[in-house]
């Protein structure tokens, strides 16, 4: 079945450095969700990608959606001890449910 | 508006015990999902409810596994008899759309 690659798996930086997770799939997207999860907590939505191409900006986070629609990237901008988490990249497939990549955990330094 | 509920928190139950999981939707939401993440792993799904129907069952681990969503409300998934490998964190998850809304999830630990 369709599945979502994401990597890499566990990034650490220090406090003020960027991070990126990126999410591949071999075959076209419909869409791109991301989540983010906090320790112990459950996944939140950050935003959905549909157009190829599409970029979308929130504060320090830079989402990407690539012209094939095949990858996506999630770029954090000077990391802070909150942005810790496992981040999340889904596929919805309507009729059915989401298809999770399996997740970047960072964590961070101060 | 409130979010989505489960219950309990936190389970842990000897193998071969019985569990029962609960979900309570955002009123109003159409769709259910329920949904596992097994440490370290991926977060999987394991079924869809439209109202009270199953639109989609693929999910579920074996015949162990037994969800339910009574009048269209609220869901339950049963786990009847535990194994060892069925620990994790179960959540739940509803819309009305394409965006989904999480529960807080069930850890559930099966010793």
Redesign the interface.
């Known amino acids: 079945g369709q599945q979502v690659m994401q990597i890499p798996q566990y990034q650490h930086v220090q406090e003020g450095e960027d991070f990126t997770t990126y999410c591949n799939s071999s075959t076209t997207l419909s ?1 791109i ?1 991301w ?1 983010k999860q906090r320790p112990g ?5 950050l935003i ?1 990608l549909v157009k190829s191409g599409e970029v979308k900006k929130q504060k320090r986070l830079t989402f990407q959606f690539g012209e094939a629609k095949k990858n996506s990237s999630l770029h954090i901008t000077a990391t802070q001890t909150t942005d810790v988490g496992t981040y ?1 990249c ?1 596929e ?1 497939q ?10 970047t955990t960072l964590s961070v330094s101060s | 508006e409130a979010g989505v509920t489960q219950f309990p928190s936190h389970s842990v139950i000897e193998k071969g015990q019985t569990v029962t999981l609960r979900c309570d939707p955002i009123s109003g939401h159409d769709n259910l999902y329920w949904y596992r993440r097994v440490m370290g792993k991926e977060i999987k799904f394991l079924l869809h409810f439209v109202k009270e129907s199953k639109q989609d069952e693929s999910g579920m681990p074996n015949n162990r596994f037994l969800a339910e969503r009574t009048g269209g409300t609220y869901s339950t998934l049963k786990v009847q008899p535990a194994e060892l490998e069925d620990s994790g964190v179960y959540f739940c998850a509803s819309s009305q759309g394409e965006r989904e809304v999480f529960g807080q999830g069930t850890r559930l630990t099966v010793v």
């Open positions: 869409n969700q989540y907590g459950h996944p939140v939505f959905q999340f889904a919805y309507a009729g059915t449910a989401l298809i999770f990549g399996k997740g």
